[in-house]
């Protein structure tokens, strides 16, 4: 366990909340992400393991038992898939690539039902594939163009942003210190897309809060 190798490191998960450290290193972990399609004898889970410091996240490591894949990046070290370097697309735009799309009860339906219009207004496909952190991994993998989801949670996502930042991507900002435990939008994706899908989803608008 993290909590006896590293037991000056703080530790942030699903199942048991936040405990403190004192090193500023803080482990960020969800076992199982993607219940659903564990439980259904679906591939589309993974195990997400992160490290965060106080400049945001840090390192990631992203495991699917089910493909075999795992996905690691580290910031400024680069990102691998299996052990080759992999990195964002940039042959495939919004248009001509794949979106990733999370959703789930902590948002009004009728404001999700409008933003799959709205993308399909754009021509903008999308998927969704059961794990929002394995579809972000798909992000640094160049398997999709971006991933966007209007509540997440920080394990479910921390692994994910640190790959991401480390194949060229971009992120979204992480909740403030004493806000860890709350859910909030999450958006990984190329960089020539990531400032359109912000405008497209608007997260952060009221029509979003239940």
């Not at 163009?145 to 640190?162: F, P, Q």
């Not at 806000?179 to 899908?197: E, T, W, Y």
Request: charged fraction near 15%.
């Amino acid at each position: 366990r993290s909590s006896d190798l590293y037991p000056e490191d703080a530790q942030l998960g699903e199942e048991h909340g936040l405990s403190d450290g004192v090193s500023g290193l803080t482990w960020v972990i969800d076992p199982i992400d993607g219940t659903a399609p564990y439980l259904m004898g679906m591939p589309g889970w993974c195990v997400s393991i992160g490290l965060m410091d106080a400049d945001g996240p840090l390192l990631g490591a992203i495991y699917a038992p089910v493909l075999d894949e795992m996905y690691l990046g580290l910031r400024g070290q680069g990102a691998t898939l299996n052990g080759r370097p992999i990195g964002v697309t940039e042959r495939f735009t919004l248009e001509t690539g794949l979106l990733g799309l999370g959703g789930n009860d902590k948002v009004p339906a009728a404001r999700m039902g409008q933003l799959v219009s709205d993308l399909a207004g754009q021509g903008i496909a999308w998927t969704r594939y059961g794990s929002g952190a394995l579809m972000l991994a798909f992000v640094a993998a160049g398997r999709l163009t971006g991933y966007v989801e209007a509540r997440m949670s920080i394990w479910d996502c921390l692994a994910a942003y640190a790959i991401i930042g480390a194949a060229g991507g971009r992120t979204g900002p992480l909740p403030p210190a004493g806000a860890m435990l709350d859910s909030f939008p999450v958006l990984g994706a190329i960089p020539a897309a990531f400032d359109r899908l912000h405008e497209l989803t608007r997260f952060d608008a009221p029509d979003w809060r239940l």
